[in-house]
């Protein structure tokens, strides 16, 4: 399959298996346990239907949002996700220029493989900074004030991974940073050669926004590892709440799902909220974003900007969310599987059909900006 000839999220999809070893294939793709909750993050926005309305006059199509103090030319963002040079060389330097480009935001992890630093140099756009709450508290305050002194606009804490899930896809095949593969794993591997020779060919995989702060052991820590042993459990509102006031700027919790952490990241003056599941990857059977986008817009909606990730596919889908209330859509594996298949040119494809299709949808619902679709505009089954 050749990249003009993808036309839609399964086609990156299946571009991306094509190229990656099934190890490095299935981290992208997998989640929790038995994956219920990764199907029904998409499944989910099929419980309701759009209406449109006519005769609007929508010559004119503006679909920019501001989020966070953020003003970002479509209502989707790359948000941020690690490992990002597994999958292409270029990782996040691809995801930063594409999102520039597009004039919206994206984010680096603290599992991320480029630094935030170089990473804000390349887009002009908003960038977040994604990272965890570590037991060594030292780190926390150095990963901050690294951020603000690179130019970060918004500090994303996720806080729905104090501990790893169950990702048995990867226990499976002994995914892990640095590869200790089972003997299928390997065999996956053996089978996908250009994947390794671009790989060896190309400057060492890091984890910059750790270099100096974490023992990697000789340059062994398994993701597994990280979570389970440099991620602080005992994390609580206290914490979050001095970490908020030592920021003291654009501040979002990366996995909020219920109305009360919702009114509680409120009180403690978070700017933000970013409704998520993980994309299925820690709690499986736990709710959809969507499925609990509403209720938690009409608690806090009008005292912080409530966003959402997960399963998002298609164009319709974020008018669905936006109609909801939410201020815009995180996006992951969509963007991801295009940057396995070609690098920085497949995230620009697919961030040019997300545009393509939101402007097309939203001509097509009597919508001229995003402030006019409503939940008027939505029936639920």
């Known amino acids: 399959m050749r990249l003009k000839d993808c036309h839609s999220f399964h086609d990156f999809r299946r571009m991306a298996k094509s190229r990656l070893p099934g ?7 997998g989640a929790a346990d038995d994956e219920v909750t990764y199907r029904r993050n998409t499944s989910a926005f099929d419980t309701c239907h759009l209406v449109p309305n006519v005769l609007r006059g929508v010559k004119d199509i503006d679909m920019s949002v501001t989020i966070m103090g953020q003003t970002l030319a479509m209502p989707v963002y790359c948000s941020p996700t690690a490992l990002q040079r597994l999958f292409h060389h270029d990782g996040e330097r691809a995801v930063a220029a594409a999102a520039g480009k597009f004039g919206t935001m994206f984010g680096v992890s603290s599992l991320g493989t480029v630094s935030l630093e170089e990473a804000r140099q390349i887009s002009g756009g908003p ?39 169950n990702r048995e896809r990867d226990k499976r095949t002994g995914f892990s940073i640095p590869f200790r593969l089972t003997l299928g794993g390997m065999l996956q591997f053996a089978m996908k050669p250009a994947w390794g020779i671009n790989y060896m060919t190309h400057e060492g995989f890091k984890l910059p926004q750790l270099d100096g702060h974490v023992d990697m052991g000789g340059g062994a820590l398994s993701i597994s590892r990280y979570f389970t042993e440099m991620l602080d459990p005992s994390l609580n509102w206290d914490d979050v709440a001095a970490m908020v006031r030592e920021w003291n700027g654009q501040f979002c919790l990366k996995g ?21 599941n993980h994309g299925g990857r820690q709690l499986d059977g736990s709710r959809s974003a969507f499925d609990q986008l509403a209720e938690i817009v009409d608690a806090v909606g009008d005292r912080i900007d409530v966003i959402m990730d997960g399963g998002v596919q298609r164009g319709t889908q974020v008018l669905k969310a936006l109609s909801l209330g939410a201020k815009a859509v995180g996006l992951g594996r969509y963007y991801l599987f295009p940057l396995a298949a ?19 949808d939203m001509r097509l619902m009597g919508c001229a900006s995003i402030d006019q679709l409503t939940r008027s505009n939505l029936r639920f089954l």
């Open 23 to 29: 190890p490095i294939f299935d981290y992208i793709d």
């Open 127 to 165: 960038q977040v900074y994604q990272f965890y709450f570590h037991k060594d508290r030292g780190l926390n305050r150095a990963m901050m004030n690294r951020a603000k002194l690179a130019g970060i606009e918004v500090m994303m804490l996720t806080v729905d991974s104090i501990t790893g899930g």
């Open 256 to 276: 909020v799902m219920s109305v009360e952490d919702a009114k509680r990241a409120v009180e403690i003056g978070c700017t933000g909220i970013i409704l998520s």
């Open 342 to 360: 070609a690098g920085q040119p497949g995230v620009e494809r697919a961030l040019q059909l997300m545009q393509a299709e939101i402007e097309r």
